[in-house]
């Protein structure tokens, strides 16, 4: 069986544009920045004891499945969301539900991912899409990273729906069970943009939100003494790659979060909004400042082209604009 | 992608990234913009940031190890697993989960002596998460092709 699925829209985040897909299903129509904004998936954290490719984890997202869920709950579309210890469990599971007709999302390790491509497949659990059929014990999948229609073998599914290793996902499916008449955006999006602030803001915790950029400059002064630059450039690296790469649509989300603030103006009747969304651009432009710089530095790496002063600088000015940006955010009385 | 690599593709599903040719302008994503008038655009791009760059050197360092890895598994310092640990990317605790087996375990399964003293069903646990044969795993002589 195979659901109709050719509202499909390729997105930039991976979670994102799963949610984009599976409410597209259901003839809400919204996109990628709204979905991105609302479910509140900008963030920052530099959690040094973490170790992502032997190096520190950089995040510039929310924890994986906070986007799907934030974004449900707040415009009341009903779901259910499950991880299943026992594997034949989850794959029945899978079946039952698509044989009732309603697409899945699925968390999978790209690992084992037969159609990703061959240069991102590291172990990394968190990616998203969504599987919409079932013909010949071959399943259907819209990933909204990859471009065509892949389908993929139930062995296959099987082990990438069972990765191990860091944020194993345990089989993890959501999919919707009702969606309301009437969806209304304004509310939803007000709720998404404080949810962000208060994030970057006012957590008490060193490592996360504006904090954690300074925190993140800070640390970056010091690797090339503690660590050499050899260590030092594969840190950089690590965490510019977390920056720009695949699912980020580029600068670590900042655009998209740009294009968000700019639909949000049109849809508020906010004309700071618009101001504010050009301010995100320019620090974005930053961001992407940083990165080039920074993979100087990756290139030759016994001796950096740039000193790391230089880079922790750049990030210093970038905590600076988007403390400014959303402390302007906050006091905006919508 | 070479067409080499695509024929091991379909027997094997794990990368070989021992000899990975990364093709920067196959893979197209969506990619975010500002313009100029501070409306933001979004098109499929296979090249933004500092992609080229950063992409290359996430594997070369990746086989480095593998290189270092496999010149100490032909003089003997190290055992087999440690080199195919390498070469799927892995380190020794996710390794540790896939094979069900304890890390200290795996640590000293790293060592020659222990190795040549492991039971085919051990053996076994390895390979099928290498996705090589018992056989491929205890033999060090291809390597040195």
């Known amino acids: 069986m195979k659901l109709n699925f050719d509202h499909m829209q390729l997105s930039a985040h991976c979670e994102s544009g799963a949610t984009v897909n599976l409410l597209g299903y259901y003839k809400i129509n919204i996109d990628e920045p709204m979905v991105f904004g609302i479910g509140a998936g900008y963030y920052f954290g530099h959690l040094p004891f973490l170790k992502m490719n032997f190096s520190p984890a950089t995040t510039f997202r929310a924890l994986p499945g906070r986007v799907f869920s934030r974004t449900c709950h707040a415009l009341g579309v009903e779901f259910e969301r499950n991880t299943y210890r026992n594997v034949q469990k989850g794959m029945d599971e899978l079946d039952r539900v698509l044989d009732k007709g309603i697409p899945v999302g699925l968390q999978v390790g790209v690992f084992h991912l037969p159609f990703f491509p061959a240069e991102y497949r590291m172990h990394y659990n968190m990616h998203n899409m969504v599987v919409y059929g079932k013909e010949n014990n071959e399943y259907f999948v819209a990933d909204s990273v990859v471009e065509g229609e892949n389908k993929i073998s139930y062995k296959d599914m099987m082990r990438v729906r069972y990765p191990k290793g860091a944020f194993a996902t345990n089989g993890r499916m959501y999919y919707i069970t009702k969606v309301p008449d009437q969806i209304d955006l304004k509310g939803p999006t007000i709720k998404g943009i404080k949810k962000t602030c208060h994030e970057m803001l006012d957590v008490p915790f060193w490592m996360v939100g504006v904090k954690g950029i300074r925190f993140f400059a800070r640390q970056l002064r010091g690797w090339p003494e503690k660590k050499g630059n050899k260590i030092a450039s594969q840190y950089l690296m690590q965490a510019i790659l977390s920056l720009e790469e695949i699912g980020t649509g580029g600068a670590g989300y900042r655009f998209i979060y740009g294009a968000f603030l700019n639909e949000a103006a049109d849809l508020l009747q906010i004309e700071e909004l618009k101001e504010l969304s050009v301010e995100m651009g320019k620090a974005g432009d930053r961001w992407r400042n940083f990165s080039y710089q920074g993979a100087r530095n990756c290139k030759n790496r016994s001796e950096p082209e740039f000193s790391y002063d230089l880079l922790a600088d750049i990030i210093l000015d970038c905590a600076d604009r988007e403390e400014q940006i959303f402390r302007k955010l906050k006091k905006i009385k919508f | ?145």
């Open chain 2, 1 to 145: 992608m070479t067409e080499n690599n695509k024929d091991k593709k379909n027997d094997s599903h794990i990368v070989d990234a021992e000899n990975l040719v990364v093709d920067n302008r196959r893979f197209r994503i969506t990619h975010y913009k500002m313009e100029e008038d501070g409306q933001y655009s979004h098109l499929l791009a296979s090249d933004w940031g500092a992609r080229d760059p950063i992409v290359n050197q996430s594997w070369d360092i990746v086989k480095e190890r593998i290189r270092v890895a496999k010149e100490k598994v032909l003089k003997g310092e190290i055992s087999p697993i440690a080199y195919y640990m390498e070469k799927c990317i892995t380190d020794v605790s996710t390794l540790a989960k896939y094979t069900g087996m304890a890390k200290w375990k795996l640590k000293r399964h790293m060592k020659v002596k222990v190795f040549k003293k492991l039971n085919e069903e051990t053996l076994k646990r390895y390979a099928d998460f290498f996705e090589i044969s018992v056989e491929e795993l205890k033999d060090i002589d291809h390597l040195k092709l």
